[in-house]
């Protein structure tokens, strides 16, 4: 069973910067889209970005994060800069294809000074 493993996540002051990562532990074929939601407590999941035949972002991160990916090696990141303390959320990141949704564990991210 192939799995999404992320990476990146952390305890950060406003304005800082994260990174995350998310790699699948194995091949998956046919990814259509890559991408990116998070979910604060007792708030609704949040599509932050997606990147496939073109890339969106929701309107609170743009100018602020960045999605790439490397379809080579089946991982898609996410740049984060300019943090806000409303960014502080679980990201959850997932990738869709032809036959099926993946979607990683979540990792926190917690803007705070």
């Known amino acids: 069973q192939v799995q999404l493993v992320e990476s990146g996540g952390g305890l950060v002051q406003p304005g800082g910067s994260l990174r995350l990562s998310c790699a699948a532990s194995?091949?998956?074929?046919?990814?259509?889209?890559m991408g990116w939601y998070r979910q604060a407590p007792g708030k609704q999941r949040e599509l932050v970005a997606t990147s496939g035949g073109s890339t969106m972002y929701a309107d609170s991160v743009k100018g602020r994060f960045t999605i790439s990916r490397d379809n080579a090696k089946n991982t898609v990141y996410l740049q984060m800069n300019g943090l806000k303390p409303e960014d502080t959320a679980v990201y959850l990141c997932?990738?869709?294809?032809?036959?099926?949704?993946?979607w990683g564990q979540g990792t926190q991210v917690t803007v705070s000074s």
């Open positions: 997932y990738f869709h294809s032809y036959y099926r949704d993946y």
């Open positions: 194995g091949i998956i074929f046919n990814i259509v889209t």
